[in-house]
């Protein structure tokens, strides 16, 4: 069992920073490979990024690509989602989760969610 917890969501103005923070309960943190993903009001919630289990590869959809970095801590059971030059489009609810198998661009691909973490962006 994997519980996930996220958090640093805030209010930010446009062109602005944020770090969201995702802790991980269990001791097989380091096996799986961690995503992100948002969800913003009336939209299908959507990849944002993955990062491998070891760190040492990672993924990004197109429209964060260049702005958000991805990292953990394995030793601390946490990933990271660093968010740079924000914009009003960023707004969503941000989720962690853990990947089990198949596409990392699918919801099903993953077995274990936090609750989510609020990002708004103002202009």
């Known amino acids: 069992q994997v519980q996930l917890v996220e958090s640093g969501g805030d209010l930010v103005q446009a062109g602005g920073s944020l770090r969201l923070s995702c802790a991980a309960s269990g001791r097989a943190f380091s096996s799986y490979r961690m995503g992100w993903f948002r969800q913003a009001p009336g939209k299908e919630r959507e990849f944002v990024s993955l990062?491998?289990?070891?760190?040492?590869?990672?993924l990004y959809a197109n429209s964060v690509s260049g702005r958000f970095t991805i990292s953990r801590d394995n030793a601390k059971n946490t990933v990271y989602l660093q968010m740079s030059s924000l914009k009003p489009e960023d707004t969503a609810v941000y989720y962690c989760?853990?990947?089990?198998?198949?596409?990392?661009?699918?919801?099903?691909?993953?077995?274990?969610w936090g609750q989510g973490t609020q990002v708004t962006v103002s202009s």
């Open positions: 990062i491998s289990e070891s760190g040492g590869s990672t």
């Open positions: 989760a853990a990947h089990y198998s198949g596409s990392a661009y699918l919801l099903a691909s993953y077995h274990y």
